[in-house]
């Protein structure tokens, strides 16, 4: 059982390893971390500080999809977060000030708690399918961000916003240090928390949560502002790390990048159940892919099929696992479960008991043993 | 329930894909539209452009509509926002109006011998500015002006070898987008001009997708897989620049532990320049306007122009970067 619970993160975890030690292979000073004018310098670093970005969206997408959504627009968001803030910064009175950063920063995080207000308002009340309530902000939001720069990249000087891309505390890049202050706070809120549970019951489904009444609505809109603040967190982080914005390219299809990474981390596209833990991983392995490639020298009209081939091999290796996990889950239930995921655990607790909140749903006598992995730790 | 939902959904994006193309194409020709051409002496000039999106394009743009000013001819701009339908029903949009002479940069290289051969047929000369296309047939347009890319990248290798040839240089290619035609030729040109100079040598070459973000972090692994690179080759201006932040934060200092070749002389980048963490810029000149006004008036007084012309192209030192900072438009 331990054993079981365990392996949806086993084979994410295996090909880190090996990409890592391929790296090693090929390059024997990869591991080397060295103090470089006082914090921490090598290759590992890099990965980490890279991987920020990505992680932040993939987190903001984790809880998204786990209500049995998709959130499309973050790269828009990404991009409008850095043209707002670097607009703000060059039209401030000093815009070499760390007031001036600060202003700016707010600002573009307002502006994203707006746009995920936005989408959540479509989902949640409008109930838009998140695909394509997302896609507009996805199609518009790049044009908005090319409004507010005039299409241009705009250049900034100001040591507060770059630190956010380029700065260290206590030798640890500010990205690293930013994204992980995020990621133990959505751990704390969602998984010390009833929170986390109400909304795998909400992306298992929503109507079955809202009988037994969890707030669906307001946890769903929620999900969507999260994702959008993630997103425009990043955004300054892409922005501040070469102290520009670029509204043609930053963040473009990092959305998908951010899906691959939690659907590599094993949280399933259906909703309802989700690990972040897997998605940090996730996010891990996709950027080390890419530092791999750069370190290793791989041809760059090569570059996407190498990447295509890893993520593949990643999959097919976690395939039959899977596979053998339905296989399992299948047999004591012989009509079909209408979703995956834990309803037996969520109803139950919903309810106060084994009873059921969907009357399409069958009892599964022992599948509450399988499949009740446990909300309390993080996955 | 699920099979009605997913329809919806396609429906939704199809209707929003129609909306989206008919909104536009009705822009671009309310924006060429107004003020027919061709009835008098003053020479109209419908110019096609790809669209805003970088520094270098908006100067290209600015130098057209001033030189055509200047030349008084009667310039009718479209905007084709990088989308090449929108710059197929302007030039449509021209021949409906008849203008004297088309010029476009072609938003990508393929797909425009229809349009052309209507042009051709209703007698109306094209020129292309700054980007080709792949015809087969060169009936369709009269001369192509623009940027030899492969030049660009000889002047680059031209320099390392007077200026890094003496002792060994392990340097390190920031390539533009996979596939690009600048990217292509800049790394040719480049590659054949230091073939013969045993010191340089080029250790690790990766794409940095023409952005600065992709310069970075490209250079970044680069420093930590070569840590003997001691000189970079970036493919534009922008990449050279997100090398510099990696420099930086590899502690050492640019310009000098590292040198570094850009091409493209945009603002940002001659700044850096004048500041000296660039060490030498291969111009890509966008102010081609005067060139475009000068060809235009001869191809519609019937002279023979050559089938390709060069943009005039200089490129900068620190010291000449130094000077020409405060004029520059760009």
């Known amino acids: 059982m331990n054993r079981l619970t365990r392996s949806p993160l086993l084979w994410p975890l295996l090909a880190l390893a090996a990409l890592l030690l391929f790296n090693l292979v090929v390059n024997p000073g990869f591991f080397a971390v060295r103090i470089q004018d006082g914090h921490l310098f090598g290759s590992l670093v890099d990965v980490l500080k890279n991987a920020a970005p990505t992680l932040l969206i993939a987190i903001g997408m984790t809880l998204v999809i ?25 039209s401030a009175p000093d815009p070499t000030s760390a007031g001036a950063a600060v202003v700016a920063i707010s600002t573009a995080l307002g502006v994203a708690l707006l746009l995920g207000a936005w989408n959540g308002l479509l989902v949640s009340v409008l109930g838009i399918q998140p695909i394509i309530a997302t896609l507009v902000l996805m199609t518009a939001g790049r044009g908005i961000a090319m409004l507010i720069t005039d ?6 000087d100001n040591d507060t916003y770059g630190w956010l891309g380029g700065g260290y505390l206590f030798g640890i890049p500010a990205q690293v240090v930013v994204a992980g202050l995020i990621l133990l706070a959505v751990a704390l809120l969602t998984r010390r928390t009833a929170l986390g549970m109400l909304l795998e019951a909400v992306g298992i489904n929503p109507e079955a949560a809202r009988l037994a ?6 946890i769903v809109w929620t999900v969507y502002v999260f994702a959008a603040l993630a997103a425009a967190v990043a955004g300054l982080m892409i922005s501040a790390q070469v102290t520009a914005a670029d509204a043609n390219r930053a963040g473009l299809f990092i959305e998908l990048d951010a899906i691959l990474a939690v659907v590599i981390g094993g949280t399933s596209l259906a909703g309802g159940r989700y690990s972040l833990t897997g998605t940090v991983v996730g996010a891990l392995i996709l950027q080390t892919l890419t530092t791999t490639v750069y370190t290793v020298g791989i041809p760059p009209d090569m570059t996407t099929l190498f990447k295509a081939l890893v993520v593949i091999v990643v999959f097919l290796l976690q395939a039959p696992r899977l596979r053998a996990v339905l296989a399992r889950r299948r047999r004591p239930a012989p009509p079909p479960l209408p979703s995956g995921g834990l309803p037996e655990e969520a109803a139950a607790v919903l309810t106060g008991g084994p009873v059921l909140a969907d009357d399409e749903h069958t009892p599964a006598p022992t599948a509450g043993g399988t499949t009740g992995s446990g909300r309390g730790a993080l996955r | 329930m699920f099979k009605k939902t997913a329809l919806t959904a396609l429906t939704a994006a199809l209707a929003l894909g129609l909306t989206a193309c008919g909104g536009s194409d009705e822009g671009s020709s309310a924006a060429s539209g107004g003020g027919g051409g061709g009835g008098d002496d003053t020479i109209t000039l419908g110019f096609a452009q790809v669209g805003a999106e970088s520094g270098w394009r908006t100067a290209n743009t600015a130098s057209i509509q001033e030189a055509a000013k200047t030349a008084g001819i009667d310039l009718q701009f479209s905007d084709a926002q990088q989308k090449q339908e929108n710059q197929i029903s302007a030039i449509r949009s021209f021949i409906q109006q008849r203008v004297d002479v088309i010029a476009f940069s072609p938003v990508v290289e393929t797909g425009w011998d229809a349009v052309l051969l209507e042009a051709k047929r209703a007698n109306i000369p094209v020129i292309l500015t700054d980007r ?12 192509f002006l623009g940027s030899d890319f492969v030049e660009e990248g000889k002047k680059a290798g031209e320099w390392a070898v007077e200026n890094w040839g003496s002792q060994p240089t392990f340097i390190a290619e920031l390539q533009g987008t996979t596939g690009a035609a600048p990217a292509i030729d800049r790394q040719e040109g480049f590659a054949d001009a230091i073939a013969g100079t045993p010191n340089l040598q080029v250790v690790a070459s990766q794409t940095g997708d023409f ?11 680069m420093l930590n897989s070569h840590p003997e690179i001691n000189a970079v080759y970036a493919h534009n201006d922008d990449m050279g620049l997100g090398a510099i932040e990696a420099i930086e934060a590899a502690g050492k200092v640019p310009g000098k532990d590292i040198q570094i070749i850009t091409v493209d002389a945009v603002k940002d980048g001659m700044q850096a320049l004048a500041d ?8 890509c000149n966008p102010l081609l306007g005067d060139q475009l006004m000068d060809l235009a008036k001869k191809v519609v007084a019937g002279e023979e122009v050559p089938s390709r012309v060069v943009t005039e192209e200089t490129t900068f030192t620190q010291e000449q970067a130094v000077q020409v900072l405060p004029e520059r438009k760009y």
Request: hydrophobic share 45%; glycine share 12%; net charge negative.
């Open chain 1, 151 to 156: 299409g241009q990249i705009i250049t900034v």
């Open chain 1, 213 to 218: 009444g969890v707030r669906s609505r307001s």
């Open chain 2, 211 to 221: 952005t600065r973000s992709g310069g970075r972090e490209v250079m970044e692994a």
């Open chain 2, 276 to 283: 000296g963490k660039i060490n030498f810029i291969v111009e």
């Open chain 1, 66 to 90: 786990a209500s049995r959504g998709i959130d499309l627009s973050v790269g828009a968001v990404v991009a409008i977060a850095g043209a707002i803030a670097c607009n703000s910064l060059v």
């Open chain 2, 132 to 143: 080709s296309v792949d015809s087969e047939d060169d009936s369709l347009y009269v001369t």
